[in-house]
């Protein structure tokens, strides 16, 4: 069965260096997702993207975090300048574009970020 | 704002029992529901989705059901076994057309905070 992969799966990093995490959704997904979750709290939505642009997106999804479809392929989140509070697990998902949109979200197993 | 909410945290149970897991959320006006199921240190595994239409759904063991106007789901598992043992999330879409600060929610998911299950042989 197709399944969302993301890469790496730790990365840990120094406060303030500059962190992209990378996503290679389903194939013909067409939507396309961020969320994280601090150890011990909730999965909290980051942002939502589709036809090549944002198209929803969180208040924590501040000036510091972008998101890009460089290619075919790849999803990625950029987080500029990284604070301790970013550490936690980051996940990624995609979503078909079937008419009916009642089409379930499907994630990847996350890249764990550790900000030292 | 949607907050959604699980009950219990937690949950132990012997080998074969029948459990039900409790999902609620405070805004009625959702696209769907989704159960997930997270192992430790691993992503989410999509479960069951139900339609906002729906009353239930099944899938092997499973079956969840949906009362949208009381703003609950639950998830029944039958005959549990120790491979069920996970945490289990419940998850809320709003409706696509839902204004978001000028632009369209295309699935934003609202999570409750799981309940962790444990079956003992």
């Known amino acids: 069965e197709p399944e969302v992969t993301q890469t790496p799966s730790h990365q840990v990093t120094q406060m303030g260096q500059e962190v992209i995490l990378r996503c290679v959704p389903i194939?013909?997904?067409?939507?396309f997702y961020w969320y994280r979750q601090i150890l011990g709290q909730k999965v909290e939505f980051l942002v939502s993207?589709?036809?090549?642009?944002?198209?929803?997106k969180s208040e924590i999804f501040d000036d510091q975090f972008s998101v890009e479809r460089p290619d075919g392929s790849n999803f990625t989140l950029k987080i500029r300048s990284t604070k301790l509070e970013d550490s936690a697990m980051y996940f990624c998902?995609?979503?078909?574009?079937?008419?009916?949109?009642?089409?379930?979200?499907?994630f990847g197993d996350g890249t764990r970020l550790s900000i030292l | 704002k949607q907050e959604v909410t699980q009950i219990p945290a937690a949950l132990s149970v012997p080998e074969g029992e029948n459990l039900v897991l409790n999902c609620s959320f405070t805004?009625?006006?959702?696209?769907?529901l989704q159960w997930f199921r997270q192992d430790p240190g691993k992503g989410l595994t999509s479960l069951l989705l139900i339609q906002s239409s729906q009353r239930e759904q099944t899938s092997g063991r499973l079956n969840a059901s949906l009362d949208k106007s009381s703003g609950r789901s639950t998830l029944y598992i039958a005959a549990s076994q120790p491979g069920d043992s996970a945490t289990y999330l419940c998850a809320v879409r709003p409706p696509t057309l839902r204004a978001n600060a000028g632009g369209t929610s295309y699935g934003k998911l609202t999570f409750g905070q799981g309940t962790i299950l444990t079956v003992h042989p």
């Open positions: 194939s013909n997904h067409l939507y």
């Open positions: 805004d009625s006006a959702i696209y769907n």
């Open positions: 993207f589709y036809n090549n642009e944002i198209s929803e």
């Open positions: 998902a995609s979503r078909s574009p079937k008419a009916t949109g009642n089409q379930p979200q499907h």
